[in-house]
């Protein structure tokens, strides 16, 4: 299945994080969502050999790779405090695929 | 993309069908159904998905009305794991970008 790490992560305000996002096996596509607390999870981008193939309403300081072997990651600069969320990795077999498979998330915390 | 209206939250009896509704007059042609369903803790799990005629795999069925303008995830026998936010999503059918735009969903509650 998908994996994601890692679970947990505290940092604080102005700081920079990675997240990775191990993709289900023959997958080629991975989007990236962010849920807040009591909401549904927001589209962030999707990637599609290695390239960027849509994005929401996000700036420029989050931004990703996709990696030969399909992982991903997610790059946010200069943390806020509205970053903290759940962020949710999802693959699916191609770009146009009907079904994604998400992964349990990453919880980050920024203070 | 569509907006969908979902009641915020249900309650279903172990056992019993869990019929969640879902409105979305705005649909256009082109514009798929899909259902997703969160547990707690956990990623969002694809349930089903349809364009206009009804659907049935083995976790629920879909029903979309003629007009299209809304549908219902028919669970058929609810069970206490399938407690979880039920979210419906309309989504064009583009060849490109699979971009999922999630409600706030509706929250099921399975009890015994």
């Known amino acids: 299945g998908v994996t994601q790490s890692p679970t947990h992560l505290i940092k604080t305000r102005g700081q920079q994080v990675t997240l990775r996002c191990s993709s289900q096996?023959?997958?080629?596509?991975v989007s990236w969502y962010q849920q807040a607390l009591g909401q549904g999870p927001q589209f962030i981008f999707q990637y599609y050999r290695k390239e960027e193939n849509g994005r929401g309403n996000f700036p420029p300081r989050f931004s990703g790779l996709q990696f030969p072997n399909d992982s991903s990651e997610l790059n946010v600069n200069a943390l806020e405090l509205d970053d903290s969320a759940l962020y949710l990795c999802a693959s699916s077999k191609d770009r146009a695929s009907n079904e994604q498979f998400f992964g349990p998330g990453t919880r980050l915390t920024v203070l | 993309d569509a907006k969908t209206t979902q009641p915020p939250s249900m309650d279903c009896a172990e056992g019993r069908a869990a019929n969640l509704p879902c409105n979305h007059s705005t649909i256009s042609g082109n514009e798929y159904v899909y259902w997703y369903r969160q547990i707690h803790s956990q990623g969002p799990q694809y349930i089903i998905h349809?364009?206009?005629n009804n659907e049935t795999n083995e976790m629920a069925s879909l029903i979309i009305t003629e007009d299209r303008k809304s549908s219902t995830l028919i669970l058929p026998h609810a069970t206490l794991r399938d407690t979880a936010v039920y979210y419906c999503?309309?989504?064009?059918?583009?060849?490109?970008?699979?971009?999922?735009?999630f409600g706030t969903g509706t929250r099921l509650q399975v009890t015994l």
């Open positions: 349809g364009l206009k």
């Open positions: 096996s023959g997958h080629n596509t």
């Open positions: 999503i309309v989504r064009p059918d583009t060849g490109t970008a699979s971009k999922l735009t």
